[in-house]
Every structure is written in structure tokens, then in C-alpha cells.
């Protein structure tokens, strides 16, 4: 199997420090979350940002300074999110491209979130990827329903996108796909031969989903975003000791963590 890429989620849009007081708010707090990932073995970052009161903004100069501290301490993969947060407007959402990040995230279709809509109609879908294109940041597939593979591949057919194509599996939001192992193994089926993908599992999903793709062959994301436990009813202290139990459970089984270099040569990052 190729080496291990670990994604860290260290904040997302939908978490507060009520509900974990760990959380990593501020440009300055998510920098050093961020680096203690990148200690323990995480080699890309999906970057959410927050405003001065911990809400959950696209705002570019955030962006902005908060990847200038991550590079200043490490050479982790910077992957910003176009999601934003359920509601905000495509502008909002696309703003932090002007920045050229190596990787974005770029959701293939609607679907349900919690008591909300993610939307994501065709015509956002494709102006988010020709930006993309266009900037040469390479997409990260962000797939909550199966059907999102096939627009995924709509958009390899227009040339919006180009192979190799890398997946995100976001698993067990409510409204979306479950977390259950044959729906993973389902998913990772109807991807193109090539492809590269990880998993994100929701909450109670993230460890057992996480522990599927260390044997199938897959990469995997951690983090605050989709999951605030270590263990039921036990708050996680911070979004490295969720890195640190994935390196440890690959190591039992003898999979190679990758370097953020190495992950960049499995994500055909430096071409």
C-alpha cells in the first residue's frame, strides 16, 4: 500500500468551544493545533477559519494570515474550504481562492446538513472548478451522497478537472450518506481506477471508517470538525491526540504515515 495521509479538520464551521473547550479559534491558536498535527503525523490541513467572536468566516485576510503562520512553522498541505458554513453565498464561500492554495475543497452536489441545506447546484459546481483550474489549485472531491462521484466525473468530461482525481468521503452527516463500512466500500467501487481518497466519519463513524481505510488501502481525516470525542462521552484534548491514535493504529498495522512531501507525490501535487 502507498504511505498514510492524514488530513486534520481542526476546526470546521459547526463546532463552539461549549461544545469542546479545546477548540482552536483564532489565527494563532489554529497555527499551533495545526503544528502539533504536523508533529505527530498529519500532513494536510482542511483550513476553516473564525472571526474575532469564533464565528465561522471566509473572510480573506484571515485566511491570509492564518496560512502565513502554518507555513511559518511547517511544510504541511494547506487545504482551504469552499463549504464556508451552511448559508453563506457562493462569493462568501470562494473567496479564499484568490490566496492559491496548493488544494481546495469542492463539494459535488446538495445535500441535506443537520436542520440545514448544503447547496451546491451544477452551475456553482463547475464556476468553483474552473476558479480552480484556472488558479492551479487542484480539488479535493467532497462527496456526501454516491451521486456526487458522477458529477465529480461530469466535470473530468468537460474539462474542469483533471486526473487524477483525489475523493473525500464525508460519511454520517445527518441528511448525507451513512457510515456504515459497506457504504464506504460502495463508494470507494465507483471511483475511477487511479483515483486517490480518504474517509471522513462523522462523530461515533470517525474510528471505525478511519480503521477501514488504514486496510483498504485509503487515507484518512481527523479532527474537531467532524468529530469532538476520543472516546464515548470523552472529550478529545486536542485534534493531535486524534492524529496520534491514527499513526499508532497504522503502525499496529504496518502502514508507513507519509511525509507532507510524500503526500504531495501521491496527490500528483508537484506536476
Known amino acids: 500500500m502507498e ?9 470546521g464551521a459547526e463546532v463552539t468551544k461549549k461544545d469542546n473547550p479545546n477548540l482552536p479559534i483564532t489565527p494563532e491558536e489554529i497555527t499551533q493545533d495545526v503544528y502539533n498535527c504536523y508533529l505527530q503525523g498529519a500532513s494536510m490541513v482542511h483550513l476553516h477559519v473564525r472571526d474575532q467572536d469564533g464565528n465561522p468566516t471566509q473572510n480573506v485576510e484571515i ?5 502565513e503562520l502554518i507555513k511559518s512553522r511547517c511544510n504541511i498541505i494547506i487545504q482551504i474550504s469552499t463549504g464556508g458554513a451552511v448559508g453563506m453565498t457562493p462569493e462568501e464561500r470562494a473567496a479564499p481562492l484568490v490566496l492559491r492554495p496548493e488544494m481546495a475543497s469542492l463539494t459535488c452536489g446538495t445535500v441535506n446538513f443537520g436542520t440545514g441545506v448544503f447547496w451546491n447546484p451544477p452551475d456553482l459546481i463547475e464556476n468553483f472548478a474552473l476558479r480552480m483550474k484556472e488558479m492551479g489549485i487542484k480539488p479535493e472531491i467532497e462527496v456526501f451522497e454516491a451521486g456526487m462521484i458522477n458529477n465529480a466525473l461530469q466535470l473530468v468530461k468537460k474539462g474542469l478537472v483533471q486526473p487524477p482525481l483525489h475523493f473525500d468521503f464525508v460519511m454520517g452527516v445527518p441528511g448525507g450518506i451513512t457510515g456504515n463500512i459497506r457504504d464506504l466500500v460502495y463508494l470507494v467501487e465507483s471511483i475511477p481506477p487511479g483515483s ?6 462523522i462523530g461515533r463513524f470517525e474510528l471505525p ?7 483498504m488501502g485509503g487515507h484518512v481525516r481527523v479532527g474537531f470538525e467532524d468529530n469532538i470525542f476520543y472516546s464515548r462521552g470523552v472529550l478529545a484534548q486536542s485534534n493531535a491526540q486524534l ?6 493504529i497504522a503502525r ?20
Open 3 to 11: 504511505k498514510l495521509i492524514i488530513t486534520v479538520a481542526v476546526c
Open 63 to 67: 485566511f491570509r494570515r492564518t496560512i
Open 196 to 201: 486517490t481518497w480518504s474517509v471522513a466519519g
Open 209 to 215: 471508517l478511519a480503521v477501514a481505510a488504514l486496510i
Open 243 to 248: 492524529v496520534e491514535r491514527v499513526v499508532r
Open 252 to 271: 499496529e498495522l504496518g502502514r508507513e504515515v507519509a511525509t507532507p512531501d510524500e503526500a504531495r507525490k501521491i496527490l500528483n501535487l508537484h506536476a
